[in-house]
């Protein structure tokens, strides 16, 4: 069994580092990177304790608090231009792959196949024999033994922390990357069936924070601060590794059925947000601003981007992704399956990965529409035979 620290000082101890250090900030950059794991810790130690435990004088030194507001407000200008730049490379990669993943998709969603998925009732590993662990080691080996290290040490340092029953969360566990001191801690239930889901969500986690200290080796500090906060590709690599456990579940016959079902959910999911990132690529320039802080249907979106379209009373009033999130999860459906076949590209893209979004260094690790297309369409074609 999995062991879940539900003592939150070493949070504090976090939040306590940070708060004795923001006067050593020396550029506006490291000031709000500061500012960023401490609010992001501050609210993570409050939604597992229900206390409020931070400290109103970060905001009080001038340099700090004026330099990391204005420094967040260039950032979110400067990402909001990157992201106009490469609007028509976004709407290329998307149109290049969807038609044919949603075909695929809708085919097998009407199959047989896919109804069979249903017909068993969930499975769970027994936590007390130490299946959940077993598997996930057996995986680490295969997949990525640097995963298995990542583990192990987490878990030496008592910093897999349990979610209390009390919490409600739109998924099923968490990872907090702190760049100041370059620590990391997830979070999973206190209680919880130890099913695939439960597992897989362990996977993507931990992968996430291997591509956090991956990050910070190869490139900086400053990077890594808000790299998993606003670059396109923040999910990128931990739903690499949470679609090949299902894959690696599948062929070993631990709990096939369940793994294919979860594969499927995941699949179904990210495949929405790339549907609701091609309508945000094709809205025009000045509802950039508008869309991406606010909530919309995908009605909505398409009256934006043609107010005459004739068959709007047919669509589905779905709200959309969040806008940042539909990018993020485009690009994990659409880059991971050539990274699980293609290590040599796997291995350019680790070194050039970047806060912000070019297209030129993509094209030029062969990462252009039509070749990240392919392989996503093979991949749909191996996950979903009916």
């Known amino acids: 069994m999995i062991k879940r620290n539900q003592n939150y000082d070493q949070l504090k101890d976090q939040i ?42 970060i905001n009080k030194n001038r340099y700090a608090s004026y330099a990391g507001l204005e420094k967040n407000k260039t950032l979110l200008s400067r990402y909001e231009q990157n992201y106009l730049e490469n609007k028509s490379f976004h709407q290329e990669m998307f149109s290049a792959s969807l038609e044919n993943l949603s075909e695929i998709w809708n085919s097998y969603f009407e199959s047989d196949a896919y109804l069979k998925l249903y ?33 192990k040490d987490l878990q030496k340092q008592n910093a897999i922390y349990a979610f209390p029953d009390t919490v409600y969360l739109p998924k099923r566990a968490l990872a907090i990357l702190n760049s100041v001191e370059n620590k990391a801690s997830i979070f999973i239930p206190k209680n919880t069936g130890c ?21 910070v080796q190869r490139q900086s500090n400053k990077i890594s601060g808000t790299y998993f906060t606003k670059s396109i590709f923040a999910e990128v690599l931990s739903t690499e590794y949470q679609m090949d456990f299902y894959d690696f579940l599948i062929n070993n016959n631990y709990h096939e059925i369940e793994a294919r079902r979860e594969r499927a959910l995941t699949y179904n999911s990210y495949l929405d947000s790339l549907e609701d990132a091609s309508l945000y690529a094709c809205l025009p320039d000045e509802y950039y601003s508008l869309v991406k802080n606010n909530t919309f249907t995908r009605k909505e979106l398409i009256s934006l ?48 990965r970047h806060n912000y979004f070019d297209k030129e260094v993509m094209t030029s690790i062969a990462l252009t529409p039509e070749n990240v297309a392919e392989k996503a369409i093979e991949k749909a074609h191996t996950y979903f035979k009916t």
């Open 305 to 352: 981007i043609d107010p005459e379209y004739e068959g709007l009373e047919d669509i589905e009033d779905m709200i959309a992704s969040n806008f940042n999130e539909s990018l993020e999860y485009s690009y994990s459906i659409l880059l991971h399956p050539i990274f699980s076949n293609d290590k040599k590209i796997k291995d350019q893209f680790m070194t050039i």
């Open 119 to 151: 017909a068993s009732h969930q499975k769970h590993f027994d936590e007390r024999k130490g299946e959940d662990i077993d598997i996930l080691h057996q995986y680490f080996l295969e997949k990525d033994k640097t995963l298995l290290e990542i583990l």
């Open 195 to 215: 099913d695939t889901s439960y597992l897989a969500s362990i996977v993507h986690e931990l992968g996430h924070v291997l591509d956090f200290y991956d990050l």
């Open 16 to 57: 306590d580092y940070i708060k004795n250090h923001i006067l050593d900030c020396k550029s506006p950059s490291v000031a709000a990177s500061y500012q960023n794991v401490y609010r992001m810790l501050v609210n993570t130690y409050y939604i597992c304790t229900g206390k409020i435990y931070q400290d109103n004088n």
